[in-house]
């Protein structure tokens, strides 16, 4: 499989041996599919701009002393074309490419557009780990049942998500509908902090991460910081999550549980402002790093 080089990879890899596709542990993926935005659409152009945005992120993590390209290497692959493909044809599309990268064995990061995304990489990775969980940050608990008469709306994914029987832990949560609050009260899988008790409850974190299994993924809907420090998504909501809270939130489920994948969706650029899709990339290169701390 051909990867990007330098001018078109994540970080701008300009040795061959850290981004090419048969050397590389990690393997980033683009799926810039909008097909059910419901507020300010753009979310297609996000992968890209994080991507781009990368190549002002150092190579040098301060945190983790390290420069975490160098364990394994990172490949970037060509944005899968979805063309003619929507709602079930999209989801079945991406099952099929990210089960080829899981088959290959490698550990798939994924750039999506909406967050209906999520639902192909979480079936894919189900395959391959059956004691997955799912951790989410979003400002949206995205439960409904159907949205707009779409089961497979950005606001239903997780819904589809809790039909796979996986357990689902949430963080951020600040805008839902009574259906979806409804569902939480009752059901066993989902365990939700929502935002307003972030700052309240100290074991938040803690009961969140007792409640995954030992394999997880993680999708990370951009919508789920705070305003202030991601601006550029679809449908901003206020008191969200800032940057060292969700840090903590990945270091002590990288130290506790196996990472299997990741993704970050739901980035809508705005021109004149490179803040989010930056964000964006730091968030996506420091994860990598806690994951390759607690599994080398």
Known sequence: M?????ESNFL????????????ARFVIQSAPYEFTSSYLSGSDKGPAAIVEASHYVEFYDEELDQETFRLGGIATLPALNFTGKTDKAAVD?????????LDDDKFV????????????FVQAHLKKYPNLSVLQIDAHSDLREVYQGNPYSHASVMARVNDLGVRISQAGIRAQCKEEADLIKISPNIR??????VRRNPHWIKELVDHLSDEVYITIDADGFDPSIMPAVGTAEP???????????????AAQKKIVGFDIVECAPAE?????????????????????KNTP
């Open 2 to 6: 051909k990867a990007l080089g330098p």
């Open 12 to 23: 701008g890899i300009e040795e061959p041996a850290l981004y090419e596709y048969e050397n």
């Open 93 to 101: 599309y991406i099952v099929s490419e990210t089960a080829k990268l």
């Open 109 to 120: 990061i994924s750039l999506g557009a909406e967050h209906t995304v999520t639902f192909g």
């Open 192 to 197: 939700t902090a929502y935002a307003h008790q």
């Open 239 to 253: 008191n969200g999550l800032f940057w060292e809270e969700t840090m903590e939130l990945f270091r002590t489920c």
């Open 272 to 292: 004149g402002s490179i803040l989010s899709e930056f964000t964006l990339a730091k968030v996506l290169y420091r994860l990598l790093g806690y994951i390759t």
